[in-house]
C-alpha cells in the first residue's frame, strides 16, 4: 500500500468505518432496550396489555378502589395490588376492635390468641401463622368448647369459617406503652395492618 492510501484511511476515523458504524448502531439498540425493559418493569410502559382484561386486583368500574371505602369494616377486604407487597411483619401493626366499636392499634407479631403468638389454630386442627392473616372477625365465643365462630380473611383474600380454637385465653398485645389485654367476650375483630 502506498502512503497517500494509508493516509486517506486514517484520516476517516473509527465512525467511518463499517465496524465502527455497526458497533455504534449495536450499542445504541442496546441502551434503547435497556430504558424499554426499565420502562416495562416499572410499570410506565403497560407493555402487551391491551386495556380490555382486568387485572386479579381490579373491580367493575365505580367500585370502591381503597380499603374501607363504601364497604363495612368487616366486609371482605380488598385483595393485594398486583406489584405491592405488605407491609413486613416485623413493622406492621394490628387493630384490637371491641364489641362496643372502641380500638387499641398494637404491634402485629405480639398479638396472641389462644395463649400463644404467631398463630391461630382452629378446631379441625389446621394451625396458621398470623403473618398470613388480614383479618379475624369473631362472631360467637363458645366457653364451654373454647372456641370461636367467625371470619378469618388471609392476605390473599382466601375466607375460612371453621371454628378457631381459643383455649378461652383472653386476646393480648404489646403497644408502645406496654401490654394490652382483651377478654374473649368484648373482643369482635383483629385487623392486620399490611
Given amino acids: 500500500m502506498d502512503e497517500t492510501a494509508k493516509g486517506e484511511q486514517g484520516d476517516k476515523g473509527f465512525w467511518h468505518t463499517a465496524p465502527g458504524l455497526i458497533t455504534a448502531v449495536a450499542a445504541l439498540i442496546t441502551a434503547l432496550g435497556g430504558i424499554l425493559g426499565i420502562l416495562v418493569q416499572s410499570g410506565v ?4 396489555n391491551d ?5 386479579a386486583t381490579q373491580g367493575p368500574a365505580g367500585a370502591a378502589d381503597s380499603e374501607g371505602e363504601n364497604r363495612p369494616e368487616d366486609a ?3 385483595p ?3 406489584g405491592t407487597s405488605p407491609v413486613p411483619w416485623d413493622r406492621a401493626d394490628a387493630d384490637l376492635v371491641r364489641r362496643d366499636g372502641t380500638s387499641t392499634t398494637v404491634k402485629a407479631s405480639t398479638v396472641a390468641l389462644a395463649c400463644t403468638t404467631g398463630s391461630l389454630q382452629f378446631e379441625n386442627g389446621q394451625q396458621i401463622s398470623l403473618e398470613n392473616v388480614r383479618s379475624i372477625r ?6 364451654d368448647s373454647a372456641s370461636a365462630d367467625g371470619l378469618v380473611t388471609l392476605l390473599d383474600g382466601q375466607e375460612l369459617t371453621d371454628p378457631i380454637y381459643t383455649w378461652n385465653c383472653p386476646v393480648w398485645a404489646q403497644n408502645k406503652l406496654g401490654r394490652v389485654q382483651i377478654e374473649l367476650g368484648d373482643i369482635r375483630l383483629v385487623k392486620f395492618n399490611r
Fill in 138 to 143: 369473631f362472631d360467637a365465643i363458645y366457653m
Fill in 45 to 48: 410502559i403497560d407493555w402487551g
Fill in 76 to 78: 371482605k377486604p380488598v
Fill in 51 to 55: 386495556g380490555q382484561q382486568l387485572s
Fill in 80 to 82: 393485594e395490588q398486583a
